[in-house]
């Protein structure tokens, strides 16, 4: 009799161990650069990003990328198109520049003889198909609001700081 109480109560107290953890069934589900509310990202490499207003970008827009780019874990400068960029990089360092690809070139020039390295990223607005297949050759990475969603540029963000500290370490 007493052995038969016992198993109840075990199983009673599995039961009730087993019924607690059914709340966290899909965790498998989270992948690396999302937070637990699935709506969330947290960057894997948080950078300190220097955004050059693109030509085409509204206050709001920026203000917004901006949030976007500080919730993921990044820290974002935005300056506006008339800015001394090379004032900027004497003073401070970057790790990523986000830039028009039609002002990634020259930012490129200029970031290049930094003693840090310092990625540029292409910011693609509605190319035709032979500026992006040329874009594509120039850069391994680039943020393409039209065809990507807020999570996939963040995603693309990461991928080129990971570029970046592979091709450092070869």
């Known amino acids: 009799m007493r052995r038969r109480e ?12 087993i019924g607690r953890d059914a709340s966290a069934c899909g965790d498998k589900f989270l992948r690396a650069g999302r937070g637990a509310g699935g709506n969330r990202f947290a960057s894997l490499y948080p950078a300190s990003i220097l955004v050059y207003t693109p030509a085409a970008a509204t206050a709001k827009g920026m203000v917004e990328f901006q949030a976007m780019l ?12 008339d800015a001394d960029l090379a004032a900027i990089f004497e003073k401070t360092t970057f790790d990523i520049v986000i830039a028009d690809y039609a002002d990634a070139a020259t930012i490129r020039r200029q970031v290049d003889p930094l003693k840090v390295p310092t990625i540029v990223l292409p910011v693609l607005q509605k190319p035709t198909k032979a500026v ?3 874009a594509r050759k120039a850069y391994r990475c680039l943020i393409r609001p039209n065809a990507m969603t807020k999570h996939d540029a963040l995603r693309e963000i990461d991928r080129a700081i990971d570029l970046a500290r592979n091709a450092s370490r070869t």
């Open 6 to 17: 016992f198993l109840i109560g075990a199983g009673a107290f599995a039961a009730a161990l």
């Open 70 to 81: 500080k919730q993921a874990g990044h820290t974002p400068r935005i300056v506006g198109r």
């Open 132 to 134: 992006e297949s040329e």
